[in-house]
Nanobody
Framework: QVQLVESGGGLVQPGGSLRLSCTAS??????MNWYRQAPGKQRELVAG??????KNYADSVKGRFTISSVNKNTVYLQMNNLKPEDTAVYYC?????????????WGKGTLVTVSS
């Protein structure tokens, strides 16, 4: 079973930056994504990168967030020009090939708070 470990959350002022990291304990099948969930809202996709290097972003973060992979097991989410509406718990997601097929893995989440 692949496990995901996130780090890098914290408190930052509006306009500030944070970098989140996520490391998988095993091989990833198709890619790694970052999701977030704000209080009272549904979890939403923030950014993703496939094992082939294709990246995608939510419209709300385009131009401010950058996802990058340093190898097939670690991704970063560089978040610049943070806004209060970016406040949420950020979760890392990946799929992997298990003994019975493709399985999902989620991290425990890391809290990002944007406030003055």
């Amino acid at each position: 079973q692949v496990q995901l470990v996130e780090s890098g959350g914290g408190l930052v002022q509006p306009g500030g930056s944070l970098r989140l990291s996520c490391t998988a304990s095993g091989n990833i099948f198709s890619g790694m994504n970052w999701y977030r969930q704000a209080p009272g809202k549904q979890r939403e996709l923030v950014a993703g990168v496939t094992t082939g290097g294709i990246k995608n972003y939510a419209d709300s973060v385009k131009g401010r967030f950058t996802i990058s992979s340093v190898n097939k097991n670690t991704v970063y989410l560089q978040m610049n020009n943070l806004k209060p509406e970016d406040t949420a718990v950020y979760y890392c997601y990946a799929d992997y090939l298990g003994p019975t097929g493709v399985r999902d893995a989620w991290g425990k989440g890391t809290l990002v708070t944007v406030s003055s």
